[in-house]
């Protein structure tokens, strides 16, 4: 299993975590808050299972190796992690996950990093969630991101380091986060941005005392006994916070120059409250001809230091990539000992593609689908229309905003698909429709324009068959829809724009979810987790494809939950594009359940790798797929929802 690990960087809040912390000691003092992101450099590993030892081999970006084994052992770990250096972050994390876990032991080889040590990007923090994410991976410990994070930070903390609470942010990867912390507790919000934005980090290639930072700021706290105390606690509280939360309603506007204007201003504030505490490493003469310089500032929008500030780190807000490259090439030039990072942050991008899988046989609905497909069988809808149900299921996307269809097709039906949704009615047909039906018409053709029929030239299971919409989807998130599933909502928003609601909410994968009693499990996917918002929005923290009575009571039932009662998979999903690389993995490697190629322990996968979120749609779903359930839809469909 690989895994990739990013650097953190605080755009604005730099000292706010250990700051907010003292408000257990004064609670006068204002919550801290910090808007971060990650670095698009960070530490590459492969990872497996081992049955008792901790092995980490590392290639760092200074050019060091690091190579070194030590038992799973309480006492050992603990020891190697309160010596200090490089190892001791994975011995210290290892520790702690021993103590919570029952768990073996883990090979990491971080074949590549190429993120700066030391130079407040959080090197020491990504080590660490990459051995608590290793663990919970390859032992499937079903820790969510937030508690990798926790683990991340215990491990850290088992050091001699010191870490702010901000640090293993890192664990949220490429989406920007604002933490607040009030004494010992945090929050997490995750962002999302509406277009890119362009930074560039400059390594100064100088060098700063943390330590002494650190240590001058934390005599100002928790309460003040002169001026310059009461200058850093007004700067480290009510102007931090305003500046960082002002950072963020721009980040998510988009607004790169008001990003820009706010740097600026921040670093004029820091300079004048923080300074006077530790002159000797805050003064940073480096970081501060660089922020002047005038030969890039036609290019920046804005600039300051990171971290615990000093002649570390600087970070500059730039209008596009040209000016990214550009400013890198006259800073290395111009000052050959400092080093220029690119990094994104990357919009969400739209979930504008739906796939509907179509190439089933409709073995229980034999003998009809030996005449017609069932995608093809017919309803009458809210209206009092008849349509086939692939035609349902195609409007019930429409209504979420879907702006193109895939439909996954057996080869020999492609002509059936294509005859219905692209090809107008014969000219004496179309006469003998009423006006209102000839306009339906011309509607049905406007859809088949939004439509693509796709092909699975073999039936290899519901997995394969999603597999076949890869090269159509590209690297887009997707909303997949089931083809023998009809939804009925209960509120004016469509099933399916509830649930790509709830994606652009979290910015991850989310599955729909509809309470089902226990009797009917062994037919349908079924997921556990915690509830973020009670019977509405749950951490998935596992999902498995029919699961017998015993093993959903042991192992799948959700707190605040009947006994009997359990979460099943609606029928929609909103998808980013990886989970067509397990698809992919699982079909390369021939790997068969119940001798075809499943979604369910792909989708499994996906929640290791990146999280998804599940949602408790506020509605029905009609399964078209068995005599008994098509008869009683036909019965209930037309009167369901609103």
Excluded at 515 to 525: D, F, T
Excluded at 609 to 615: R, S, W
Aim: hydrophobic share 40%; charged share 25%.
């Amino acid at each position: 299993m690989k895994i990739f690990v990013p650097g953190r960087l605080c755009l604005f809040g730099e000292h706010s975590d250990w700051a907010g912390g003292y408000r257990c000691v004064n609670p006068e003092l204002e919550k801290g808050y910090a808007l971060i992101t990650s670095t698009n450099q960070g530490l590459y590993a492969e990872v497996k299972p081992h049955p008792s030892q901790l092995i980490l081999r590392a290639s760092l970006s200074d050019g060091t190796y690091q190579n070194s084994t030590l038992p799973m052992d309480r006492e050992a770990l603990l020891a190697q992690a309160e010596t200090g250096g490089f190892f001791s972050y994975a011995a210290g994390v290892a520790y702690q996950v021993l103590i919570h876990y029952a768990v073996g032991g883990i090979e990491i080889d971080n074949y590549r990093t190429d993120l700066p040590v030391k130079k407040g990007l959080a090197s020491s923090a990504a080590l660490c969630v990459l051995v608590a994410r290793a663990f919970n991976r390859l032992y499937d410990l079903k820790m969510t991101i937030r508690e990798e994070m926790e683990m991340a930070y215990l491990g850290e903390i088992t050091t001699p380091s010191r870490c702010g609470r901000m640090d293993q942010a890192c664990a949220y990867g490429n989406r920007p986060i604002l933490m607040s912390f009030d004494g010992e507790g945090i929050d997490v919000t995750e962002l999302s941005v509406p277009k890119n934005l362009f930074f560039v980090i400059v390594d100064l290639g100088a060098g700063k005392d943390t330590q002494e930072i650190l240590n001058q700021l934390n005599q100002c706290y928790p309460f003040v006994v002169n001026e310059v105390q009461q200058n850093v606690q007004h700067y480290l509280g009510s102007v931090s916070s305003q500046l960082t939360q002002e950072a963020v309603k721009a980040l998510q506007r988009g607004d790169a120059e008001q990003i820009g204007v706010l740097m600026k201003q921040a670093q004029t504030e820091f300079d004048k409250y923080l300074i006077p505490a530790c002159p000797s490493q805050l003064t940073a003469p480096i970081l501060h001809e660089l922020l002047n310089y005038e030969p890039i500032q036609p290019y920046i929008l804005g600039g300051k230091g990171v971290g615990s500030q000093g002649d570390g780190t600087a970070q500059f807000i730039v209008k596009d990539e040209d000016n990214q490259q550009k400013i890198i090439e006259i800073i290395e030039r111009d000052f050959p000992q400092m080093q220029g990072l690119k990094l994104t942050i990357n919009a969400e991008k739209k979930v504008r593609k739906a796939v509907i899988p179509a190439a089933g046989f409709g073995t229980r609905l034999f003998p009809a689908t030996k005449g017609v497909k069932k995608e093809l069988f017919p309803i009458i809808d809210r209206d009092g229309r008849a349509k086939p149900v692939i035609m349902v299921i195609v409007e019930e996307a429409m209504s979420a905003g879907i702006e193109e269809i895939g439909i996954v097709a057996q080869k020999g039906d492609r002509a059936l698909f294509e005859d219905f949704f692209k090809t107008p009615p014969s000219e004496e047909l179309f006469k003998k429709l009423s006006p209102e039906n000839q306009e339906y018409s011309q509607y049905l053709q406007d859809l088949g324009n939004r439509i693509t029929i796709l092909t699975q030239e073999e039936q290899e299971g519901y997995g394969h068959a999603v597999y076949c919409a890869k090269e159509w989807v590209k690297d887009e998130p997707f909303l997949l829809m089931l083809g023998d599933h009809l939804y009925a909502s209960d509120t004016e928003s469509s099933c399916a724009r509830q649930v790509l609601d709830v994606y652009e909410q979290v910015g991850q994968s989310v599955v729909g979810l509809s309470v089902m009693p226990e009797a009917i499990l062994h037919k349908v996917g079924c997921v556990t987790g915690f509830w973020q918002e009670s019977d509405s929005i749950l951490s998935v923290t596992q999902i498995y494809e029919k699961p017998d009575i015993e093993y959903a009571r042991s192992h799948l039932h959700v707190e605040g939950m009947a006994d009997d009662l359990f979460l099943g998979l609606f029928g929609i999903y909103a998808l980013k594009p990886k989970i067509f690389d397990f698809l992919e993995e699982h079909i390369s490697q021939n790997f068969r359940e119940r001798g075809e190629f499943q979604l369910t322990s792909c989708l499994d996968r996906l929640r290791q790798e990146e999280g998804i979120t599940g949602y408790l749609v506020k509605g029905q779903y009609f399964d078209m797929g068995m005599p008994e359930f098509y008869r009683q839809t036909m019965i209930d469909f037309r009167n369901a929802g609103q």
